[in-house]
Structure formats: C-alpha cells, structure tokens
C-alpha cells in the first residue's frame, strides 16, 4: 500500500492539535511523576479518529504510550500516536515503550521532543524511524520543554532545577522593619505557594528563617492530599533546635559539622571558602539522589548566595499593593549586592498573572534546552 492510503490527518493543524492534547494529557500528573518526565501520548485510528490516551502518572506506573495503546488495541494498526517525548528505549519493561510502538502496527509518529536521558538521547525516534515508522519530531517543542523543565535541568547537568520564591510589597520589601513578614501578599498568592511547594521535590531556607520564625514547611492545600516536598535547612555550624517544627522525617539538615538531629537526617558537605556550605556540592547531592527541583524561600542572605552563584534557574516573585518604607526592612536578597546595573542578572521569559489584588511575576535566569 501506498504512504498516504495509511497516512491519516498528517496536516499541520493535525499535529498540532493532537500534539497540544498529548501536552494536557502530560500536564495532568501535575509534577507527581519525579524524577520521570510528565508525558502524555494520543493514538489515533487510520482514519484519523481517537482511539487511545493516556499519561503517566508515576515512578512504577505505565508509561503514557503504554495506556494509550492499550486502550486502542487494534485500532492502532495503521495509525498516528502523538506523545510529548520521545519513545523510551531502556528495559523499564519489556517490551519498552520504542518496541510496543513498533509492536502496535502504528503507522506514524508525532514527537514533540526527544529524551535528554543519556540511556534515549534520540535512540526512540532511530528505532521507530529503523522499523519505518514515519517521524515527525519537534511540534510544540517549545511548550514540551517548558512543561518538563525540572526533567530536562536534571537529566542534562544532574543537578535538581533550582526555583527561587519570595514574596515582596511594592516597594520591595520582604518584611517590616520590625521583622513583621504575616502577611504581606492575599490569600492566592498564599495558595499559589503552596501549590509550588507540591510541584518541587524540595523545599530549602537557612537556618535563621528557621530560629526566626520557625516554619513547618508543608504544602496546604484545602481538601487537597498533595505530595509533601523534603524540607531542607542550610545550617553550617548545626544551630538547629531539636524542637524546631521542621525537624522531623521528610527533612535534610545540610551542614559541615558532623551531629545529630532527632528524625531528621544530617547531611555533612564541604564547606565553601566563606566557611558555609557549598551550594554546588548540595546541588550534586541532591541530584543524585533523583531529586529534580527545589524551591529556595529564602531568607536574603540564602537567595543572594544562590543567585550570586548563579544557581537559580527561575524565580517567582509575588509583588502586593502595600507601601512598607523604611530603610531598616529588608528585600528578598540581601548578601552586598552588585555595585554596578551592567553586572544585574537578566531576567527572560518574563509572565504576569493577577492573583487576587497582588501580581506574580516570574521570569527565568537560565534556559536549560536539549539541542
Ligand atoms: N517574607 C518572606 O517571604 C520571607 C521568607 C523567608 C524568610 N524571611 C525572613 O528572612 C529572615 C531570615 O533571613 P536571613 O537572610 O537573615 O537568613 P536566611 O537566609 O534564612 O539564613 C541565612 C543563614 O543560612 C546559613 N547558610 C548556610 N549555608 C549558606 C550558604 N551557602 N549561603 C547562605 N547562607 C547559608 C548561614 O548561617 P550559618 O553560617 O550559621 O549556616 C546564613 O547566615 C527572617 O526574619 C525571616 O522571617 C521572610
Ligand atoms: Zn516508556
């Protein structure tokens, strides 16, 4: 038979459309799928109708081209799977995802991007492409990095991807000169952070945060069961309190001193030259250890020790219509500063969203793309 007998709907506006519902399908995990990708895979029937979708939706769970095809059974015979990233290759199961495609009868392939993974790295596509499978790689590949972004970071430098977060008044102003910080931003700025917080594998603050105002860093969401990121604390000389209410399973006390803190588990790195701990040596450690995102809530001394080393990847910055003054109250980053506008980061990709009466701005400092 002839290629366009079995192509169906190979159209532009096709792919795109059907690439876009892979996308939504992938989103729906909502970052629960850590360290894997969020992927999503559609498969359609020779004519061109839906037949089958799904997504992954965890570490152990099957993979989106998995349910996809399972759901179209033999109506794949001849058809386009859509799917956000590329096939795997690896043994998670036998077959993988590359060789149950192929398996399938599946007649044409839409990928959005391939798989930065060292164990993929364009090995889908060359075997659906070596069993004949018409390719087609990159539609949507913009919004494909973008959603799998902390996979992306992770897999390309093995280091987690790095969210910085605070909130300030329009003055800039993280707290009043009294120390007074509860609460600057409305509620759904609030929530939004605790949203964040359930999308990041960890959450990190330094130690005075910690003796200041002693947090608990959980996510809370109303009637929401969300997944609890590890809490972190940067303690160098181990000031910790056992009777901290961060202290407890699920947290990291990262430190050079060697000690111990009741459930929480005690990590000793080096030291940096300035006697605190060395961020990219954390950075490492945790990206051993699958973790692939965190998000940085401060204090200043913490997010001006990250940025100065050129260690976050994006920031969200919730701005609220309050005027606080004074030259005593602090911003989001403290350490000295840059002398000169020339040496300020550049900020990309900037994005606005209205949340209640406050606005949240955020913006990327690194871009990590695969080719
Ligand atoms: N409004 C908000 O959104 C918000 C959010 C967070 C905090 N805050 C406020 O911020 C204040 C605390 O901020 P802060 O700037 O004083 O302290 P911080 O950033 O919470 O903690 C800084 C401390 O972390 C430790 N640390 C260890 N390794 C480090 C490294 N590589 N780089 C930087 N620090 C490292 C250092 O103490 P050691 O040398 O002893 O390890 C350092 O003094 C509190 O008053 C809190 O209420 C406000
Ligand atoms: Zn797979």
Known sequence: MTAETHAPGSDRSADLHW????????????????????????????????????????????????????????????????????PCTHAHRTPNCADAVIESGIYRTVISMTDPDERVRGGGVQALESARIRT?????????????????????????FVTAKFAVSLDGKIATRAGESHWITGEESRRHGHRLRSQHDAILVG???????????????????????????????????????????NTLIATTKPGRVGLAEVLQLPAAADGRISLPDLLDELGKRNLISMLVEGGGEVHAAFFAEGLVDKIYAYVA???????????????????????????????????????????????????
Do not use: W
């Not at 087609?136 to 987690?160: C, D």
């Not at 002693?214 to 910790?240: F, K, M, T, W, Y």
């Not at 040496?343 to 900037?350: N, S």
């Open 19 to 86: 690439s876009a519902r892979a996308l939504a399908l992938a989103a729906q995990a909502d970052y629960r799928t850590s360290p894997n990708p969020m992927v999503g895979a559609v498969v359609l029937d020779r004519e061109g109708h839906l037949a089958g979708e799904g997504y992954h939706k965890g570490p152990g769970r099957p993979h989106a081209e998995e349910e996809a095809l399972a759901q179209a059974g033999e109506r794949a015979k001849g058809g386009t799977l859509y799917v956000n990233l590329e």
């Open 136 to 160: 087609t790689v990159g539609v949507h590949a913009e919004r494909a990095q973008k959603l799998n972004e902390f996979y992306v970071k992770h897999r390309l430098t093995g280091r987690p």
């Open 207 to 249: 130690i005075n945060t910690v003796i200041a105002d002693d947090p608990e860093l959980s996510a809370r969401l109303d009637g929401e069961d969300v997944r609890q990121p590890l809490r972190i604390v940067l303690d160098s000389q181990l000031r910790i309190r056992q009777s901290a209410r961060v202290v407890g399973t």
């Open 321 to 371: 219509p309050k005027l606080i003054g004074g030259r005593d109250a602090p911003g989001p980053l403290g350490g000295s500063g840059i002398e000169h506008l020339s040496d300020a980061a550049g900020l990309m990709d900037l994005d606005f969203t209205r949340l209640g009466d406050d606005i949240l701005i955020s913006a990327y400092t690194n871009v990590h793309r695969d080719r």
